[in-house]
């Protein structure tokens, strides 16, 4: 029965109406601050006339233009899929629908394109619950991510009087021009970001050169070099991984007392690459050995020493995979916290994870700590967007011995 076509043209868009309501629903209350909510029976009728048309009628456009003109009909009927406030303005009403059109139209002409008024075979069936399934996921997935970042950037652009109005407005008042960065001027005017940023960065970088400095030469020996201990030490590099740093937390802070290095940018460089080095190891190991012997051979054969080997031939091959790894040991530098918090007390040697736990405090304002907040994003939010190809092509070369 559910392999019928009209059957599942109605599940599915019942089951779509109801993923779009609530994604409308949540993008216009983020957007205008007003309240919004799905309808349950809103969503039954129009996802039900939205699958049967879909299936009846042909032609893209004019399932576009049907599904439009019902969207903005529900609007004004009562049903539509999404309730809005009652003092929304038409002009609201108006793009809610076209939203709701839009939203519906397209994915569903997907969903259903292989699904016909009969019964259906178990590969068209099975299809278009998959595109519904890869629709829903694309939906979902994509809110994880962009929701809270949307609050954490729409808080920090939010005056001290306006957040404890309604904490839930997360709509902007472009009225106020420039005032709404007031959160970031601040926070490098007063709370001194520009120095947490360049110690972050710096202590980023140096920790990426000292771990590359120790696990290139590592992980090459451990995948060429044949030596006593080979295997185990293979092994043991990911258990040294695995071992939680809270476990450590204590006896470095110890021995950083003890030594002079707690409350000191060295101690940081120092410490970092202990934690870095081993995930660098392995991700850098297996590369090494997907690399073909042939051509660092045919480099022996030809009178170059193996050093030479390594910086002539197995370094540019391996370039990509250095390149992810530096980014994946950039960003976990960049985003340590447990050893900054740890270690450094100092307000001129703090890091920007350790300057952002500084804000966290109910005398300094909230949208301060969400100013920091996306300050600490997206520096290493662009790096990984610009490098991803980069990162992508590194971690993967390597699966694939030859």
């Known amino acids: 029965m559910l392999r019928h076509g009209i059957v599942t043209s109605i599940i599915i868009g019942v089951l779509w109406a109801m993923v779009v309501a609530t994604t409308v629903a949540v993008v216009f209350s983020?957007?205008?601050?007003?309240?919004?909510?799905?309808?349950?029976?809103?969503?039954?009728?129009?996802g039900l006339i939205a699958g049967l048309v879909t299936l009846f009628v042909s032609g893209r456009l004019l399932v576009?233009?049907?599904?439009?003109?019902?969207?903005?009909?529900?609007?004004?009927?009562?049903?539509?899929?999404?309730?809005?406030a009652q003092?929304?303005?038409?002009?609201?009403?108006i793009a809610t629908g076209l939203l709701l059109g839009l939203a519906m139209a397209f994915p569903l002409e997907y969903m259903l394109r292989q699904v016909t008024p009969v019964a259906l075979t178990r590969h068209i069936f099975e299809e278009s619950v998959i595109r519904f399934l890869l629709g829903f996921g694309y939906v979902f997935f994509?809110?994880?991510?962009?929701?809270?970042?949307?609050?954490?950037?729409?808080?920090?652009l939010k005056s001290q009087q306006v957040l404890l109005k309604n904490p839930l407005d997360f709509?902007?008042?472009?009225?106020?021009?420039?005032?709404?960065?007031?959160?970031?001027?601040?926070?490098?005017?007063?709370?001194?970001?520009?120095?947490?940023?360049?110690?972050?960065?710096?202590?980023s970088v140096l920790t990426v050169f000292i771990t590359l400095l120790f696990s290139v030469p590592g992980a090459y020996a451990v995948a060429r070099l044949n030596f006593r201990g080979r295997a185990a030490f293979s092994r043991s590099i990911l258990l040294i991984y695995m071992v939680p740093l809270i476990v450590l937390a204590l006896p470095i802070y110890i021995v950083f007392s003890i030594t002079g290095l707690r409350n000191t940018i060295p101690g940081l460089i120092l410490i970092y690459p202990v934690t870095t080095i081993p995930v660098a190891l392995y991700?850098?190991?297996g590369y090494f050995r997907g690399l073909p012997e042939e051509v660092e051979e045919a480099g022996l054969m030809d009178g170059l020493t193996r050093l030479k080997v390594i910086w002539q031939i197995t370094l540019p091959l391996a370039l990509p995979a250095i390149v992810s790894v530096s980014l994946y040991i950039f960003m976990i530098a960049w985003n340590e916290f447990l050893l900054a918090f740890m270690l450094?007390?100092?307000p001129s040697k703090f890091t920007l994870t350790r300057g952002v736990s500084m804000l966290n405090t109910s005398e300094i304002p909230r949208q301060h700590l969400m100013a920091g907040s996306v300050i600490a994003t997206i520096p290493i939010m662009a790096l990984?967007?610009?490098?991803?190809?980069f990162m992508t092509r590194g971690l993967t070369a390597g699966s694939v011995k030859g």
């Open 64 to 84: 576009f233009s049907i599904l439009l003109v019902l969207a903005f009909v529900s609007m004004y009927l009562g049903l539509s899929p999404v309730q809005l």
């Open 384 to 389: 990984f967007l610009g490098l991803e190809r």
């Open 171 to 203: 709509s902007i008042d472009f009225s106020r021009g420039t005032a709404v960065f007031n959160s970031y001027i601040e926070l490098f005017s007063q709370f001194n970001f520009g120095q947490y940023l360049w110690n972050s960065f710096y202590i």
């Open 87 to 93: 003092n929304a303005s038409h002009g609201q009403i």
């Open 142 to 156: 994509t809110a994880i991510v962009l929701v809270p970042f949307y609050v954490m950037v729409m808080t920090s």
């Open 30 to 46: 983020f957007t205008t601050g007003d309240s919004a909510r799905p309808a349950l029976v809103g969503c039954l009728v129009f």
């Open 344 to 346: 450094l007390d100092d």
């Open 283 to 285: 991700m850098l190991q």
